[in-house]
């Protein structure tokens, strides 16, 4: 019933900005962590941006300075704003959160399905 839903991705150039959305649906109690995940075709899933219910962020070195994570806690929702694209930032992004649904006490860890982020020339 809780799902993630992203939007946000597509082509751009180097040096060109994005912004990634992402809202949580369906029947929620509370959201606690929040961030943003990507991958590249043979590489691990790695943190982009991740995002506490206090605001407290952090970014990996790859992209600090370059990205902003933001959430909106009476919309359910987390973005990411993405400037100054490199080649390199190429991949699937994946949305992720912390939630508590209505039907339970526990948490559970939520992936959106992904949304292709593309930097080329």
């Known amino acids: 019933q809780v799902r993630l839903v992203e939007s946000g991705g597509g082509l751009v150039q180097p040096g060109g900005s994005l912004r990634l959305s992402c809202a949580a649906l369906?029947?929620?109690?509370?959201?606690?962590?929040m961030g943003w995940y990507r991958q590249a075709p043979g590489k691990e899933r790695e943190l982009v941006a991740g995002?506490?219910?206090?605001?407290?962020?952090n970014y990996p070195d790859s992209v600090k300075g370059r990205f902003t994570i933001f959430r909106d806690n009476a919309k359910n929702t987390v973005d990411l704003q993405m400037n100054s694209l490199k080649p390199e930032d190429t991949a699937v992004y994946y949305c992720n959160a912390q939630i508590v649904p209505t039907y339970t006490v526990y948490v559970g860890r939520y992936w959106g399905p992904g949304t292709q982020v593309t930097v080329s020339s």
């Open positions: 995002i506490r219910s206090d605001g407290n962020t």
């Open positions: 369906g029947s929620i109690s509370r959201i606690d962590a």
